[in-house]
Protein backbone atom coordinates (compact mmCIF):
# COMPACT_ATOMS: atom_id res chain seq x y z
CA UNK A 1 0.00 0.00 0.00
CA UNK A 2 1.34 3.43 -0.93
CA UNK A 3 1.50 5.78 2.11
CA UNK A 4 -0.99 8.16 0.16
CA UNK A 5 -3.50 7.73 -2.28
CA UNK A 6 -4.33 11.64 -2.75
CA UNK A 7 -1.19 12.66 -4.35
CA UNK A 8 0.01 12.04 -7.77
CA UNK A 9 1.42 8.91 -9.52
CA UNK A 10 4.30 10.81 -11.05
CA UNK A 11 7.16 8.57 -9.87
CA UNK A 12 7.87 5.13 -9.44
CA UNK A 13 8.19 6.42 -5.01
CA UNK A 14 9.72 3.21 -2.64
CA UNK A 15 7.50 3.36 0.11
CA UNK A 16 9.67 4.78 2.68
CA UNK A 17 8.87 8.51 4.56
CA UNK A 18 11.52 10.63 5.43
CA UNK A 19 11.87 12.32 8.63
CA UNK A 20 15.16 14.14 9.21
CA UNK A 21 18.20 15.14 7.54
CA UNK A 22 21.62 15.80 8.90
CA UNK A 23 24.10 16.60 6.95
CA UNK A 24 25.20 13.25 4.61
CA UNK A 25 22.39 11.63 6.25
CA UNK A 26 18.46 10.96 6.08
CA UNK A 27 16.29 9.23 8.94
CA UNK A 28 12.91 7.44 8.11
CA UNK A 29 9.55 7.31 9.90
CA UNK A 30 10.48 3.74 11.34
CA UNK A 31 13.57 5.72 12.60
CA UNK A 32 15.81 3.88 9.96
CA UNK A 33 19.06 5.98 9.01
CA UNK A 34 20.14 6.56 5.46
CA UNK A 35 23.64 7.62 3.88
CA UNK A 36 22.65 10.05 1.57
CA UNK A 37 24.85 10.25 -2.01
CA UNK A 38 21.46 12.00 -3.95
CA UNK A 39 20.96 15.26 -1.57
CA UNK A 40 17.83 15.74 -3.12
CA UNK A 41 19.30 15.08 -6.46
CA UNK A 42 22.43 17.52 -6.75
CA UNK A 43 20.49 20.07 -4.23
CA UNK A 44 21.63 19.74 -0.86
CA UNK A 45 25.26 21.51 -1.53
CA UNK A 46 26.08 21.19 2.17
CA UNK A 47 23.85 18.66 3.40
CA UNK A 48 20.55 18.35 5.20
CA UNK A 49 19.64 21.28 7.31
CA UNK A 50 23.23 22.71 7.31
CA UNK A 51 23.48 25.51 10.39
CA UNK A 52 24.50 28.30 7.40
CA UNK A 53 20.81 28.16 5.80
CA UNK A 54 19.15 27.38 9.11
CA UNK A 55 19.93 30.55 10.77
CA UNK A 56 19.65 32.25 6.99
CA UNK A 57 16.51 30.95 7.21
CA UNK A 58 15.19 32.11 10.66
CA UNK A 59 17.09 35.04 10.51
CA UNK A 60 15.06 36.52 7.16
CA UNK A 61 12.06 34.88 7.96
CA UNK A 62 11.58 36.45 10.64
CA UNK A 63 12.15 40.01 8.63
CA UNK A 64 10.81 40.05 6.10
CA UNK A 65 9.70 36.70 3.67
CA UNK A 66 7.94 38.70 0.79
CA UNK A 67 7.34 42.53 -0.62
CA UNK A 68 6.11 41.60 -3.93
CA UNK A 69 9.01 41.01 -7.40
CA UNK A 70 7.77 44.76 -7.77
CA UNK A 71 9.96 45.77 -5.17
CA UNK A 72 13.84 45.81 -4.56
CA UNK A 73 14.82 43.80 -1.16
CA UNK A 74 18.16 43.62 0.35
CA UNK A 75 19.44 39.45 -0.35
CA UNK A 76 17.78 40.25 -3.93
CA UNK A 77 20.41 42.92 -4.27
CA UNK A 78 22.84 41.27 -2.57
CA UNK A 79 22.41 37.95 -4.40
CA UNK A 80 22.76 39.24 -7.79
CA UNK A 81 26.07 41.24 -6.94
CA UNK A 82 27.44 38.10 -5.92
CA UNK A 83 26.38 36.44 -8.81
CA UNK A 84 27.52 38.52 -11.51
CA UNK A 85 31.04 39.41 -9.67
CA UNK A 86 31.18 34.94 -9.56
CA UNK A 87 30.46 34.53 -13.04
CA UNK A 88 31.80 37.49 -14.54
CA UNK A 89 27.79 38.22 -16.51
CA UNK A 90 26.11 41.45 -16.12
CA UNK A 91 22.38 41.38 -14.59
CA UNK A 92 20.23 38.17 -13.19
CA UNK A 93 16.32 37.29 -13.03
CA UNK A 94 16.02 35.02 -10.02
CA UNK A 95 13.31 32.29 -10.65
CA UNK A 96 12.03 28.93 -8.42
CA UNK A 97 13.13 26.39 -10.38
CA UNK A 98 15.61 25.24 -13.10
CA UNK A 99 12.80 24.92 -15.59
CA UNK A 100 11.57 28.38 -14.68
CA UNK A 101 15.39 29.61 -15.78
CA UNK A 102 15.74 27.67 -18.98
CA UNK A 103 12.31 28.51 -20.20
CA UNK A 104 13.60 32.28 -19.05
CA UNK A 105 16.67 31.79 -21.67
CA UNK A 106 14.59 30.44 -24.25
CA UNK A 107 12.40 33.50 -23.95
CA UNK A 108 15.69 35.27 -23.61
CA UNK A 109 17.42 34.47 -26.77
CA UNK A 110 14.45 34.73 -28.62
CA UNK A 111 13.60 38.39 -27.70
CA UNK A 112 17.64 39.09 -28.19
CA UNK A 113 17.12 37.24 -31.71
CA UNK A 114 13.92 39.80 -32.59
CA UNK A 115 15.89 42.89 -31.63
CA UNK A 116 19.21 41.77 -32.96
CA UNK A 117 18.89 39.23 -36.00
CA UNK A 118 15.97 39.57 -37.97
CA UNK A 119 13.73 37.75 -35.95
CA UNK A 120 16.02 34.43 -35.26
CA UNK A 121 14.59 31.94 -32.83
CA UNK A 122 15.73 28.56 -33.49
CA UNK A 123 17.86 27.18 -31.15
CA UNK A 124 20.17 24.34 -31.51
CA UNK A 125 20.64 21.55 -28.64
CA UNK A 126 22.08 18.01 -27.59
CA UNK A 127 20.38 14.74 -28.07
CA UNK A 128 20.46 13.45 -24.61
CA UNK A 129 20.05 17.03 -22.97
CA UNK A 130 17.56 18.15 -19.89
CA UNK A 131 16.45 21.21 -19.47
CA UNK A 132 13.39 20.90 -17.39
CA UNK A 133 9.69 20.06 -17.43
CA UNK A 134 7.64 22.80 -19.17
CA UNK A 135 6.41 22.10 -22.86
CA UNK A 136 9.70 24.55 -24.21
CA UNK A 137 11.81 23.16 -21.69
CA UNK A 138 10.80 19.17 -22.59
CA UNK A 139 11.20 20.35 -26.20
CA UNK A 140 14.70 21.37 -25.99
CA UNK A 141 15.49 18.63 -23.95
CA UNK A 142 16.71 15.47 -26.04
CA UNK A 143 15.15 12.55 -23.81
CA UNK A 144 14.16 10.33 -26.05
CA UNK A 145 11.18 9.02 -24.34
CA UNK A 146 9.74 12.49 -24.54
CA UNK A 147 9.28 12.45 -28.04
CA UNK A 148 5.73 11.75 -28.67
CA UNK A 149 4.81 13.46 -25.44
CA UNK A 150 2.42 16.22 -24.94
CA UNK A 151 1.92 17.31 -28.54
CA UNK A 152 1.83 19.35 -30.16
CA UNK A 153 5.40 20.39 -29.07
CA UNK A 154 6.78 24.17 -28.52
CA UNK A 155 9.13 24.41 -31.70
CA UNK A 156 12.19 25.81 -32.72
CA UNK A 157 15.09 23.03 -31.21
CA UNK A 158 17.25 21.50 -33.44
CA UNK A 159 18.77 18.54 -31.33
CA UNK A 160 22.38 17.26 -32.92
CA UNK A 161 24.77 14.88 -30.83
CA UNK A 162 27.09 15.56 -28.01
CA UNK A 163 30.60 16.73 -28.55
CA UNK A 164 30.34 16.81 -32.26
CA UNK A 165 30.77 20.38 -33.28
CA UNK A 166 30.76 19.68 -37.14
CA UNK A 167 26.63 18.58 -36.43
CA UNK A 168 26.23 21.71 -34.93
CA UNK A 169 27.99 23.80 -37.64
CA UNK A 170 25.27 21.98 -39.94
CA UNK A 171 22.48 22.38 -37.50
CA UNK A 172 23.05 26.62 -37.88
CA UNK A 173 20.24 27.76 -40.01
CA UNK A 174 20.21 31.22 -41.08
CA UNK A 175 16.79 31.42 -38.34
CA UNK A 176 19.40 29.92 -35.63
CA UNK A 177 20.09 32.48 -32.57
CA UNK A 178 21.68 30.08 -30.00
CA UNK A 179 22.73 27.06 -28.83
CA UNK A 180 21.94 25.76 -25.75
CA UNK A 181 24.21 22.89 -23.91
CA UNK A 182 24.98 21.57 -19.96
CA UNK A 183 29.00 21.56 -19.75
CA UNK A 184 27.76 17.86 -18.17
CA UNK A 185 24.71 16.42 -18.96
CA UNK A 186 23.40 14.74 -16.05
CA UNK A 187 20.13 12.79 -16.61
CA UNK A 188 21.30 11.90 -19.64
CA UNK A 189 23.98 9.69 -17.27
CA UNK A 190 26.98 12.40 -16.50
CA UNK A 191 28.31 12.55 -20.21
CA UNK A 192 30.94 15.52 -20.14
CA UNK A 193 31.23 18.17 -22.99
CA UNK A 194 34.99 17.77 -23.16
CA UNK A 195 36.97 21.88 -22.84
CA UNK A 196 37.95 21.63 -26.45
CA UNK A 197 34.33 20.93 -27.56
CA UNK A 198 33.16 23.78 -25.13
CA UNK A 199 36.08 26.43 -26.53
CA UNK A 200 35.23 25.25 -30.25
CA UNK A 201 30.88 26.07 -29.41
CA UNK A 202 32.37 29.29 -28.37
CA UNK A 203 34.12 30.01 -31.21
CA UNK A 204 31.47 29.12 -33.59
CA UNK A 205 28.49 30.75 -31.90
CA UNK A 206 30.67 34.08 -31.93
CA UNK A 207 31.41 33.57 -35.36
CA UNK A 208 27.82 32.86 -36.11
CA UNK A 209 26.70 35.57 -33.92
CA UNK A 210 25.06 33.25 -31.76
CA UNK A 211 24.47 33.04 -28.21
CA UNK A 212 25.48 30.47 -26.48
CA UNK A 213 23.72 29.38 -23.41
CA UNK A 214 25.11 26.96 -20.78
CA UNK A 215 22.48 25.47 -18.91
CA UNK A 216 24.39 25.00 -15.54
CA UNK A 217 21.65 23.81 -13.13
CA UNK A 218 23.04 20.63 -12.23
CA UNK A 219 26.91 21.75 -12.84
CA UNK A 220 27.21 25.12 -11.36
CA UNK A 221 27.74 26.39 -7.90
CA UNK A 222 31.06 24.35 -6.89
CA UNK A 223 29.73 21.01 -7.93
CA UNK A 224 32.31 19.96 -10.31
CA UNK A 225 35.15 21.49 -8.31
CA UNK A 226 35.03 25.22 -9.95
CA UNK A 227 32.20 27.75 -9.23
CA UNK A 228 30.94 26.91 -12.52
CA UNK A 229 31.45 24.26 -14.69
CA UNK A 230 32.40 26.22 -17.98
CA UNK A 231 35.79 27.89 -16.10
CA UNK A 232 37.65 24.54 -16.51
CA UNK A 233 37.47 25.15 -20.45
CA UNK A 234 38.11 28.75 -19.84
CA UNK A 235 35.19 30.08 -21.64
CA UNK A 236 32.24 32.37 -21.08
CA UNK A 237 28.76 31.99 -21.93
CA UNK A 238 26.26 34.84 -23.22
CA UNK A 239 23.38 33.44 -20.84
CA UNK A 240 23.57 31.18 -18.07
CA UNK A 241 20.95 29.05 -16.16
CA UNK A 242 21.06 27.94 -12.37
CA UNK A 243 18.78 26.39 -9.80
CA UNK A 244 19.90 22.95 -7.84
CA UNK A 245 22.52 23.60 -6.04
CA UNK A 246 22.18 27.65 -5.95
CA UNK A 247 19.62 27.73 -2.41
CA UNK A 248 21.93 24.65 -1.39
CA UNK A 249 17.12 22.84 -0.82
CA UNK A 250 15.01 25.40 -1.29
CA UNK A 251 13.37 26.46 -4.53
CA UNK A 252 15.65 29.24 -5.97
CA UNK A 253 17.10 29.56 -9.74
CA UNK A 254 19.00 32.60 -11.72
CA UNK A 255 18.83 33.44 -15.51
CA UNK A 256 22.05 35.09 -15.82
CA UNK A 257 23.28 37.06 -18.87
CA UNK A 258 25.38 39.68 -20.44
CA UNK A 259 24.93 43.39 -20.73
CA UNK A 260 24.45 42.46 -24.74
CA UNK A 261 22.15 39.64 -24.54
CA UNK A 262 19.88 41.01 -21.51
CA UNK A 263 17.14 42.92 -23.41
CA UNK A 264 14.32 41.84 -21.43
CA UNK A 265 12.12 45.07 -21.07
CA UNK A 266 9.22 45.86 -18.71
CA UNK A 267 6.51 43.08 -19.37
CA UNK A 268 8.69 40.54 -21.31
CA UNK A 269 9.22 38.24 -17.53
CA UNK A 270 8.24 38.39 -14.33
CA UNK A 271 6.83 36.10 -11.39
CA UNK A 272 5.49 36.45 -8.16
CA UNK A 273 7.64 34.41 -6.70
CA UNK A 274 10.88 35.72 -7.85
CA UNK A 275 13.73 37.04 -6.40
CA UNK A 276 11.51 36.68 -2.95
CA UNK A 277 13.74 37.75 0.18
CA UNK A 278 13.45 34.88 1.90
CA UNK A 279 14.78 32.41 -0.79
CA UNK A 280 17.45 34.92 -2.27
CA UNK A 281 18.66 34.93 1.31
CA UNK A 282 19.37 31.53 1.33
CA UNK A 283 21.23 31.59 -2.31
CA UNK A 284 23.65 34.45 -0.05
CA UNK A 285 23.90 32.12 2.62
CA UNK A 286 24.73 29.33 0.47
CA UNK A 287 27.43 31.34 -2.17
CA UNK A 288 28.87 32.46 1.45
CA UNK A 289 29.92 28.88 2.44
CA UNK A 290 31.00 27.77 -1.29
CA UNK A 291 33.31 31.00 -1.43
CA UNK A 292 35.21 30.23 1.66
CA UNK A 293 38.71 29.57 1.07
CA UNK A 294 39.46 25.58 0.29
CA UNK A 295 35.92 24.94 -0.18
CA UNK A 296 36.34 24.28 -3.64
CA UNK A 297 39.74 22.54 -2.92
CA UNK A 298 37.74 20.47 -0.74
CA UNK A 299 35.26 19.82 -3.33
CA UNK A 300 37.96 18.70 -6.12
CA UNK A 301 39.49 16.10 -3.19
CA UNK A 302 36.80 14.52 -2.38
CA UNK A 303 35.29 13.74 -6.07
CA UNK A 304 39.17 12.31 -6.61
CA UNK A 305 38.34 10.05 -4.10
CA UNK A 306 35.01 8.79 -4.70
CA UNK A 307 36.61 8.54 -8.57
CA UNK A 308 39.58 6.49 -6.98
CA UNK A 309 37.11 3.88 -4.66
CA UNK A 310 34.79 3.82 -7.54
CA UNK A 311 37.79 2.64 -10.04
CA UNK A 312 39.04 0.21 -7.86
CA UNK A 313 35.34 -1.59 -7.09
CA UNK A 314 35.02 -1.37 -10.48
CA UNK A 315 38.03 -3.49 -11.33
CA UNK A 316 37.05 -5.98 -8.20
CA UNK A 317 33.42 -6.32 -9.91
CA UNK A 318 34.34 -5.71 -13.64
CA UNK A 319 32.34 -2.84 -13.82
CA UNK A 320 33.59 -0.07 -16.64
CA UNK A 321 34.81 3.42 -15.96
CA UNK A 322 33.81 6.28 -13.70
CA UNK A 323 32.63 9.62 -15.39
CA UNK A 324 31.97 12.85 -14.78
CA UNK A 325 33.91 15.53 -12.86
CA UNK A 326 34.12 16.41 -9.08
CA UNK A 327 31.34 15.52 -7.17
CA UNK A 328 29.19 14.83 -10.11
CA UNK A 329 30.11 11.15 -10.82
CA UNK A 330 28.83 8.36 -12.71
CA UNK A 331 30.21 4.07 -12.52
CA UNK A 332 29.38 2.81 -15.74
CA UNK A 333 28.26 -0.65 -14.85
CA UNK A 334 28.67 -2.34 -18.42
CA UNK A 335 25.23 -4.13 -17.72
CA UNK A 336 21.72 -2.91 -16.90
CA UNK A 337 21.86 -4.14 -13.48
CA UNK A 338 21.69 -0.40 -11.75
CA UNK A 339 18.08 -0.06 -10.66
CA UNK A 340 18.14 -3.49 -8.89
CA UNK A 341 21.41 -1.79 -6.79
CA UNK A 342 19.68 1.38 -6.38
CA UNK A 343 17.23 -1.10 -4.80
CA UNK A 344 19.06 -3.30 -2.92
CA UNK A 345 21.40 -0.26 -1.70
CA UNK A 346 18.30 1.49 -0.48
CA UNK A 347 17.56 -1.64 1.93
CA UNK A 348 20.85 -1.30 2.94
CA UNK A 349 20.66 2.26 4.23
CA UNK A 350 22.84 3.89 1.20
CA UNK A 351 21.01 6.07 -1.12
CA UNK A 352 22.11 6.27 -4.77
CA UNK A 353 20.68 6.89 -8.02
CA UNK A 354 20.68 5.30 -11.76
CA UNK A 355 20.21 8.05 -14.43
CA UNK A 356 20.20 4.93 -16.90
CA UNK A 357 19.66 1.61 -16.35
CA UNK A 358 23.42 0.40 -17.26
CA UNK A 359 24.72 2.73 -14.67
CA UNK A 360 24.65 4.88 -11.22
CA UNK A 361 25.23 8.54 -10.19
CA UNK A 362 26.72 9.90 -6.90
CA UNK A 363 26.31 13.58 -6.21
CA UNK A 364 27.00 13.90 -2.40
CA UNK A 365 26.55 17.02 -0.34
CA UNK A 366 29.92 19.33 -1.82
CA UNK A 367 31.10 18.98 1.85
CA UNK A 368 31.00 15.48 2.39
CA UNK A 369 33.76 13.93 4.21
CA UNK A 370 36.54 10.99 3.50
CA UNK A 371 35.01 9.25 6.24
CA UNK A 372 31.67 8.79 4.93
CA UNK A 373 33.11 8.49 1.32
CA UNK A 374 34.79 5.28 2.85
CA UNK A 375 31.44 4.11 4.53
CA UNK A 376 29.77 4.88 1.12
CA UNK A 377 32.44 2.32 -1.08
CA UNK A 378 32.33 -0.11 1.69
CA UNK A 379 28.57 -0.55 1.63
CA UNK A 380 28.21 -0.59 -1.78
CA UNK A 381 31.00 -3.06 -2.48
CA UNK A 382 28.74 -5.47 0.42
CA UNK A 383 25.72 -4.65 -1.93
CA UNK A 384 27.47 -5.88 -4.74
CA UNK A 385 28.79 -8.97 -3.68
CA UNK A 386 25.52 -9.98 -1.85
CA UNK A 387 23.81 -9.93 -5.02
CA UNK A 388 25.93 -12.14 -6.75
CA UNK A 389 24.45 -15.30 -7.38
C1 LIG B 1 17.36 19.52 -12.79
C2 LIG B 1 17.72 20.17 -14.07
C3 LIG B 1 16.84 21.05 -14.75
C4 LIG B 1 15.45 21.32 -14.25
O1 LIG B 1 15.43 21.94 -13.02
P1 LIG B 1 14.07 21.93 -12.14
O2 LIG B 1 14.41 22.75 -10.94
O3 LIG B 1 13.77 20.50 -11.84
O4 LIG B 1 13.02 22.55 -12.98
C5 LIG B 1 17.28 21.65 -15.90
N1 LIG B 1 18.51 21.42 -16.39
C6 LIG B 1 19.38 20.60 -15.77
C7 LIG B 1 20.74 20.42 -16.35
C8 LIG B 1 19.01 19.94 -14.61
O5 LIG B 1 19.87 19.09 -14.02
Redesign the pocket.
Known amino acids: MSPCAHLMDITARPDLVFVEGRGSWLTDQTGKRYLDFMQG??VNTLGHSPPALVTALIRQASQLINCSPAFYNVPMIELADMLCHASALDQVFFTN??????EGAIKLARKWGALHKGGAHRLVTLDGG????TLA?MAASGKPQWQALFEPKVTGFDKVPPNDIDAVSRAIRPDTVAVMV?PI???AGVISMTDDYLRALRALTRAHGLLLIL?????GIGRTGKMFGFEHAGIAPDIM?L??GLGGGV?L?ALLATHAASCFVHGDQGGTFCGNPLMTALGVAMLREVMKPGFLEHVTAMGDALTEGLTALAARHGFGSVRGRGLLLALDLKAEIGPSIVAAARDAGLLINAPKPNCLRFMPALNVTADEIGMMLDLLNQIICGMKP
Open positions: WASGAEANFHGRTEQGEDEIQTTAKPG
